[in-house]
């Protein structure tokens, strides 16, 4: 973005009196941190476009519980006009596949809040069913024409984060952040800098602490210098952000230009989305994915073959499945993704034998990529000696990540047999 006017719109505009709260966050939520809509003085426009996708493929997978909600800074709600009318609220009704596109007008005063977009539909053993995908983006436009877009990641509720800082006041480049309260309480955040600094092979040196403290629902958006470190009027490295209870945050890094200054979103990491390991319980005749660690609870195997999937050229999720075959017999397979009408290939396994917990805590990526892969099925009848605790296997699942799977308890269900699985993705 080659203008100024954004700097006084998205960050300054944003620093507004905090009073009022109003419920915010529930199960199924996807967080717009910063909302930007209005015409400043000299004319230029901004616009925020939402662009809601159902991601059911099936016509019974309608989604009508669904809305998207606008808030000032203060929880409040936000009346806004779009192309859908004037607001605050709008009730959505997506049918398979669709996609629902939502712009803000840009013609009121310049205003900056955030949205919501809630779903509160059925939810079934598949995971894109009764589920949205959101997009987001900045449009500013100045004299009727557009000069700049900006893509607006959505944020997910965490209570740790980072987020790359670069700040040389001089030269007019700083990191902003906006950080919204998801909690109807006052949720108080610590902010940590860490200076990178040669050699990059030794420990980052530690940069200071704030702490701020956020009213129920509030958003706020602003410069980490320097309204939150007034030291760091140079700075390069990162920030630690923890907070007492689930926010949302979105980072803007301003560049300084001879016209002006460009603007770019950053995406933060998600600490406390970053798990790898997990003990897992595999029911007999139940699937698992284990690039994201999950079980479909309520899988029922036959459903793999169902011609629907087939001919919507729909990909499944799953890694593997443990088939029962008879009272006696079962088995481990690969499942491969489904498209086009056929199997492509992918996850395959690898047998690595008895480990004890030591010796498995120590298997590395590199050991697994060393091994022999193959979809050829793992035997765990009762006659084999791979139904049994300690008994490990590697998997190369269809994403091209490396797993490492090991048998802690066998779990009888007379005539059944389930697994309890202790799992490590390397992502």
Not at 75 to 93: H, R, V, Y
Not at 98 to 123: H, K, M, P
Not at 160 to 188: D, Q, R, W
Not at 232 to 253: C, H, N, Q, T
Request: with cysteine; aromatic share 10%.
């Amino acid at each position: 973005m080659r203008i100024r006017t954004f700097c006084h719109f998205a960050l300054l505009a944003m620093l507004l009196p905090l009073f009022r709260a109003v419920p915010a966050q529930a199960q199924g939520d996807q967080i717009l941190a910063q909302v930007a809509d209005g015409t400043g003085a000299d004319g230029t426009q901004l616009i925020t476009k939402l662009r809601i996708i159902n991601l059911g493929p099936f016509p019974d997978t309608e989604i009508r519980n669904l809305k998207v909600m606008f808030f000032h800074q203060d929880g409040t709600a936000w009346t806004i006009a779009t192309n859908w009318g004037t607001a605050s609220e709008f009730p959505l009704d997506l049918g398979a596949y669709q996609t629902f596109a939502l712009n803000t007008n840009g013609a009121g005063s310049q205003l900056s809040g955030y949205a919501i977009v809630r779903n509160t539909d059925g939810q079934t053993i598949y995971a894109e069913d009764y589920q949205v995908a959101v997009t987001a983006f900045y449009e500013v436009r100045k004299g009727g024409s557009l000069i700049d877009t900006i893509s607006v990641p959505v944020s997910q509720p965490t209570l740790s984060f980072v987020i790359p800082v670069e700040i040389n006041s001089s030269s007019n480049l700083l990191t902003g952040f906006a950080i919204v309260n998801l909690a109807n309480s006052s949720n108080g955040v610590t902010m940590q800098l860490f200076r990178a600094e040669p050699p990059p092979s030794g420990s980052a040196s530690d940069g200071g602490t704030s702490k701020i403290t956020l009213n129920p629902n509030e958003q706020r958006a602003t410069f980490l210098y320097p309204s939150i470190f007034s030291g760091a009027s140079s700075f390069a490295g990162m920030l630690v952000g923890k907070s007492d209870k689930p926010v949302a945050i979105l980072a803007l890094l301003q560049t300084g230009i001879p016209t002006g200054v460009l603007y770019t979103t950053l995406v933060p990491a998600y600490i406390d989305a970053l798990r790898r390991n997990s003990y897992m319980y595999l029911h007999l005749g139940y699937s698992l994915d284990a690039d994201h660690l999950v079980s479909d609870y309520l899988f029922d195997q036959s459903l793999i073959q169902d011609t629907q999937y087939y001919e919507l050229d729909v990909v499944l999720p799953w890694t593997l499945l443990y088939q029962k075959q008879s009272d006696t017999t079962r088995r481990l397979t690969t499942q491969f993704p489904v498209a086009n009408g056929t199997r492509d290939s992918g996850a395959q396994f690898a047998v690595i034998g008895l480990k004890q917990d030591t010796d498995f805590d120590n298997l590395t990526i590199r050991d697994l990529q060393g091994l022999t892969y193959s979809s050829n099925p793992i035997d765990m009848s009762d006659n084999s000696p791979n139904l049994a605790p300690t008994f490990a296997f590697a998997i190369k699942t269809g994403l091209g990540r490396y797993v490492k799977v090991r048998i802690s308890a066998v779990i009888t269900r007379a005539p059944d047999k389930d697994l309890a699985l202790e799992v490590f993705v390397f992502k």
